[in-house]
């Protein structure tokens, strides 16, 4: 059983922040589909639970011009069935999709998940390969600043994210090779591609959490066909390695996933 | 302590809750609805299903208090008497258990896909759409009949 805590709703943003302000430990909890089980194994013991997902600054999902904009209590069901998302950017929304299973899509939220920022979680890749733009309750971040290493933002002591603003490329692909117990990640590759640019996000893999692979985007920015990939490898030394995965073979799969995502553009590829 | 009033199969009930209580103990043990199954308590193996608000979760990861004033389905609400449900029926007559401990969860989520996919529902989709629930039984290929015959999708009776 989980230690003991107080559960507020509170009824608005300021409202939220006043009540963390003032609790002794406090902890913010959207879909609670990372935390609760975190608390369940009494990993995490906060004094406070202060719920989101409710609140209204935190709904909905627009268009606004070039922009996506994702309320950050939206939860994975609703990006992944959201019509504007599959118009726009049809690789998140099956990137939506395919994180975790059903039960878990409706529950878990794009701000949670983004906040959590666990080293095999999805939307991190999506937010740094299309250079998203963070929103909290106190300003915007880009993703370029914005993610800090495993489990760790940019985010200050009781910030809360309000909307992600996803920028609509030319094209983009997402691909994964999910450990089949767990469904996580073992290695994953988002590929965008704008007018100017190519960007390569790498979630799964990294022992530092979600990164950009650079020289990937070079040489896709000079020609965007995965045979331009050919003899660019990751380096196994800021790979991770466990029981599911040694750090070589997720350099490995990385660089396959990368591939995949470039070859097939405007969906997810499952490995 | 606190009183928690949640509609449970079309009924408000209410029971005495902490904060820390999950939706899974407010209906098994507040409640006494022990349809509900706790197979693994870390959100894998989806033998505690409910429908919440419409939407299949896993009522061992759901705080009751997030649930206050939802409501709630579970296996108990789906018979008519004596009358099983659709889905009951099919999984009785496809043999998609054995042991039994997943079923509640399963029909729970399979009533959830039913429902959004109705006469578009395939074999693929059941298959994604029920990873959530493990099943140490059968081997799945009797639950995805089950569901499809429920869904009236192919599977001759
Ligand atoms: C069985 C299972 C399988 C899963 N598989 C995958 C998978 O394949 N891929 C994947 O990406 N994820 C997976 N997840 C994680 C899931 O996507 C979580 O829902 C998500 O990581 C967290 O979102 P949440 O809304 O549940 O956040 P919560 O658990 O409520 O919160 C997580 C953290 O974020 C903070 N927080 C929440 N919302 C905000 C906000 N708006 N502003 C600031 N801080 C906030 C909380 O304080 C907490 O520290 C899985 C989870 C489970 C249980
Ligand atoms: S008991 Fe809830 S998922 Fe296993
Ligand atoms: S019938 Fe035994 S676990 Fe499914």
Redesign the pocket.
């Known amino acids: 059983m989980m230690y003991g805590f107080s559960f507020h709703r509170p009824k608005s943003l300021a409202e939220a922040a006043d009540v963390f302000a003032r609790a002794d430990d406090p902890?913010?909890?959207?879909?609670?589909?990372?935390?609760?089980?975190t608390m369940k194994s009494r990993l995490a013991a906060p004094s406070d639970l202060i719920a989101?997902t409710h609140l209204p600054e935190?709904q909905g999902i627009t268009r606004d011009g070039d922009r996506v904009i994702i309320g950050?209590?939206q939860t994975?069901a609703s990006v992944a069935s959201a019509a504007l998302v599959q118009d726009a950017l049809p690789a998140l929304a099956q990137l939506a999709g395919s994180?975790?299973?059903m039960q878990?899509r409706h529950?878990?939220?794009i701000?949670?998940?983004l906040?959590?920022n666990?080293p095999?979680?999805?939307?991190p890749s999506a937010v740094l390969a299309l250079g998203a733009t963070i929103v909290t309750s106190t300003r915007e971040i880009h993703a370029d600043d914005y993610f800090d290493g495993m489990f760790a933002t940019a985010?200050e002591l009781g910030?809360?994210?309000?909307a992600i603003a996803f920028p609509i490329p030319k094209s983009a692909g997402y691909a994964k090779m999910r450990n089949p117990a767990?469904?996580?990640?073992l290695a994953a590759s988002f590929v965008a591609k704008t007018e100017d640019a190519v960007r390569v996000a790498i979630t799964g893999a990294g022992s530092d959490g979600v990164f950009r692979w650079s020289a990937a985007e070079k040489a896709l920015g000079a020609s965007f066909d995965s045979a331009a990939l050919a003899g660019l490898a990751l380096s196994a030394d800021d790979m991770l390695g466990d029981m599911h995965a040694d750090a070589s073979y997720r350099a490995h799969l990385a660089a396959i996933c990368t591939q995949r995502a470039v070859d097939n553009q405007g969906r997810l590829t499952l490995l | 302590m606190r009183q928690l009033a949640i509609t449970v199969n079309g009924e408000v009930r209410t029971a005495d809750v902490e904060d820390r209580t999950l939706l899974v103990e407010f209906l098994r043990e507040g409640l006494g609805l022990t349809g509900t199954h706790v197979g693994c308590d870390t959100?894998?193996c989806g033998a505690c299903t409910v429908i919440m608000d419409g939407q299949a979760v896993k009522s061992c990861?759901v705080l009751a208090v997030m649930a206050e004033g939802a409501e709630v389905r579970t296996i108990e609400g789906l018979a008519d008497g004596d009358r099983l449900h659709p889905l009951q029926d099919a999984f009785s007559r496809h043999h998609a258990l054995q042991c039994g401990f997943c079923t509640p969860g399963m029909i729970m989520a399979s009533l959830d896909v039913i429902e959004r996919h109705g006469a578009d529902l395939d074999a693929q989709t059941v298959r994604h759409e029920l990873e959530?629930n493990l099943c140490r039984c059968t081997g799945y290929h009797n639950i995805v009949k089950a569901v499809l015959d429920a869904a009236g999708r192919g599977s001759p009776r």
């Open positions: 902890t913010y909890v959207s879909g609670g589909h990372s935390l609760l089980p989101l935190l950050a209590a994975h994180i975790g299973d878990v529950r878990g939220t701000g949670g998940s906040a959590n666990d095999a979680a999805d939307y985010l910030e809360i994210i309000t767990s469904r996580y990640a | 959100t894998q990861t959530g």
